[in-house]
């Protein structure tokens, strides 16, 4: 490889750690959200409620630290960012949905089997989340990742 070749990797490298970083923090949140209390109807919404607004806020922080990443070295790593972006936000709204439901159901004099089942929507869909998706279309991309030290310990966690 030349010179140029090999500050190019680098600095792809050092990108991708940066990108694993951000979303790195949605893996950790996801991993110390508080859990749901099925005590009573009343609580498991309550509780289901909180744990929403905890995936909110992760979902929250990797976005703004994803847009905060300078422009991408590699030309298609800022399109693979804005998709993840793009992801991340759509799966957002959709939670922020489920916990207003999920807040107005708390006053209402009854709580249904489908008002309890409010929050499983959403944290099935981010349990599903491929948070390096477009990454092995791009081979610098693929080789930063194989590289970067924070991209390994993402990939060998579970984001389920």
Known sequence: MSKSDVERQDAATRWANDYCIAVGSLVAGLATMPSVDPSSPRRAVQTSSELLGSMIGGLDKAVASLRALPPAPVPQGDAVRGDTVAELTGV???????KQRLDAAGSAPTINQTTLGE???PLDEVSKLNLLAGFDTVPDLELAVAHAPVCQQLTLRPTR
């Open 92 to 98: 957002r709204a959709r939670a922020a949905a489920a």
């Open 119 to 121: 929050a499983k929507g």
